[in-house]
């Protein structure tokens, strides 16, 4: 509902509503009713008690380490994470938070480096860039038993694919501008978990931050969430086939994604995911980046750029001419390429990737 501000009939109505004696609304900042049909679907998808939506991704990441973490906390971050976040928990030890990033597939060894300190372990899985799954459960219990919160960006599975709260996680994280809105056209963020923590997150995270939903993303955002189960349909039949074609090819030296992984990563898959998200990194043969430049350019049905989950498909190389040093310091090759599938057809996709690779790699 395309409004800031709710008016009341009475000003006793009033009070009693801002004094949490009647439900009504009161202002978009806190609540609006378009934005609260699309916290309750999220929330039931999820299988959490409630979900609060923010403007974006990064809006609901930083609005839950803010209203979880006090000075002295540590955080546990494993394997590869959103650099954003990471950027984020660098800024947060100017406030008196520590943390660390645990570079492993393995959750018994992630726990290790748990601490006397620790009261958040954030993760990804499949974790970006590399696409590798955790168990999820190992790692929820592990926390559990000594009292600390789990935290998952759940963005690549969309809950559909994935449902970590019924795995002992206690807060599920999206990026919503990805799968969920699902055609490019905003940008959304949304937290799910136990109405305690939820509703902690929202009063010192959403209404102090401010990172609040616009009424017209969130109509987006439903709107894109009508039509996600057949997209999703279709994006995990159309990686498979285009992975298929990939895992041929003798020019790709890699492919990054949970179907072409380790056993050990299948048999992880196999156990927490109910279908194929179409993100997934690859890289070449050849360490030519100019090469790799070549191939990105020749492609004629991807568009270059940041962001993904749309309709369109879309690729971009890691390096961009000067972060060699960076993408060492990140355990990527020279050559690591992100693409994406959309929900479109894998043969269009597959000779379109087939010509590029010719052109670029002769
Ligand atoms: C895009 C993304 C984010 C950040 O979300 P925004 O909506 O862009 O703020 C966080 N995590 C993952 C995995 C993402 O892909």
Redesign the pocket.
């Known amino acids: 509902m395309m409004t800031s501000a709710f008016h009341f009939n009475t000003i006793e109505e009033y009070i009693e509503t801002i004094q949490e004696n009647r439900e009504a609304f009161v202002y978009t900042r806190e609540s609006n009713p378009t934005t609260k049909i699309l916290e309750e679907k999220l929330a039931q998808l999820e299988g959490g008690e409630k979900c609060t939506v923010f403007s ?4 609901a ?1 930083s609005a839950t380490l803010f209203s979880l973490l006090k000075k002295g906390d540590h955080v546990l971050l494993i394997n590869t994470i ?1 650099s ?2 990471q950027v984020l928990l660098k800024q947060l030890e100017s406030y008196g938070i520590s943390w660390d990033c645990v570079n492993t597939v393995e959750a018994s060894v992630a726990v290790q480096h748990i601490k006397e300190t620790t009261s958040l372990i954030y993760f ?1 899985s499949p974790s ?1 860039q590399k696409f590798e799954l955790l168990d999820i459960k190992q790692i929820a219990d592990a926390a559990k038993s000594r009292n600390i919160r789990t935290i998952i ?1 759940n ?2 599975c969309t809950p559909l694919f994935q449902t970590p709260l019924k795995h002992g996680i206690d807060l599920v ?1 999206h ?4 799968y969920i809105s699902g055609h490019s056209d905003c ?3 949304a937290v799910i978990g136990s109405k305690k923590l939820v509703s902690r997150i929202t009063q010192k995270g959403l209404i102090l931050l401010g990172a609040v939903n616009s009424p017209m993303n969130s109509f987006l955002t439903l709107r894109g969430l009508r039509t996600l189960p057949v997209r999703m349909k279709s994006c995990h039949q159309v990686i498979q086939n285009v992975l298929d074609y990939l895992l041929e090819d003798t020019r790709i030296e890699q492919i990054f994604h949970p179907y072409c992984s380790t056993p050990q990563q299948k048999q992880l898959a196999e156990k927490y995911l109910n279908g194929f998200g179409s993100l997934f990194s690859i890289v070449f043969k050849e360490k030519d980046p100019e090469k790799v430049f070549r191939f990105v350019n020749s492609l004629e049905s991807f568009v270059i750029g940041v ?2 989950g749309g309709y369109e498909s879309m690729v971009l190389p890691s390096f961009k001419g000067n972060n060699q040093e960076e993408l060492n310091q990140r355990g990527l090759d020279i050559t690591h390429t992100r693409l994406y599938i959309g929900p479109t057809e894998a043969e269009l996709v597959i000779e379109d990737i087939q010509q590029a690779l010719d052109k670029a790699f002769v």
Request: charged share 15%; proline share 0%.
């Open positions: 974006s991704g990064m809006g990441i959103y954003t976040t990804e970006t960006d963005t690549w994280i990026s919503c501008s990805k940008v959304c963020g962001g993904w």
